[in-house]
Antibody
């Protein structure tokens, strides 16, 4: 059974930092691109960042570029998101999601349960 | 960035109804369009990828369609478990953008 389990969320003051982790199991983690997608309270889904299987390709949403860093450790089957200079608007549930590919089409096939990040003084 | 516009933002329907949800992209994205279902307090669940391909394990009452930059998600006969929020998402290019969602409610 595929499992993605996020951790590391919590309450942090504006300007602070936090590191999220996502532990994967039940699939060949090292072959998948992995992503972070967030959802502010009562709002829609917002893609944050993507990292390719070998970390060779990394992308960020403009809203987090320069503040967030995505990384992965294939040996540990883990995905990370280092978040710095946090703002109130970063408050959200952060989901870890795998990006599957079939015949050139990409889609988020597995999602974790999410971890809540609250940025507030 | 590619903008995704969903309509309506909410929809009331009854069990057994046939409903169609709409999604429009701001530019051509081919068939690079996915649909997700999300229930309160839960993670999103993939329903349809590549505009019309049903994800494994998803009931056949769900179907996807496309016409140019317009996409549809149709539920042929609503079941109680289908009341949720539905999001479309383009995978044509990063940033992978989502629509704001359609909330499907019980009438």
């Amino acid at each position: 059974e595929v499992q993605l389990v996020e951790s590391g969320g919590g309450l942090v003051r504006p300007g602070g930092s936090l590191r999220l982790s996502c532990a994967a199991s039940g699939f060949d983690f090292s072959y998948y691109s992995m992503n972070w997608v967030r959802q502010a309270p009562g709002k829609g889904l917002d893609w944050v960042s993507s990292i390719s299987s070998s970390s060779g390709y990394i992308f960020y949403a403009d809203s987090v570029k320069g503040r967030f860093t995505i990384s992965r450790d294939n040996a540990k089957k883990s995905l990370y998101l280092e978040m710095n200079s946090l703002r109130a608007e970063d408050t959200a549930i952060y989901y870890c999601a795998s990006l599957a590919s079939r015949q050139g089409h990409y889609y988020f096939d597995y999602w974790g349960l999410g971890t809540l990040v609250t940025v507030s003084s | 960035d590619i903008q995704m516009t969903q309509s309506p933002s909410s929809l009331s329907a009854s069990v057994g109804d046939r409903v169609t949800l709409n999604c429009r992209s701001s530019q051509s994205i081919g068939s690079y369009l996915n649909w997700y279902q999300q229930k309160p307090g839960k993670a999103p669940r993939l329903l349809i990828y590549a505009a019309s391909r049903l994800q494994s394990g998803v009931p056949s009452r769900f179907s996807g369609g496309e016409s140019g930059t317009d996409f549809t998600l149709t539920i042929s006969s609503l079941q109680p478990e289908d009341f949720a929020t539905y999001y479309c998402q383009q995978s044509y290019s990063t940033p992978y953008t989502f629509g704001l969602g359609t909330k499907l409610e019980i009438k």
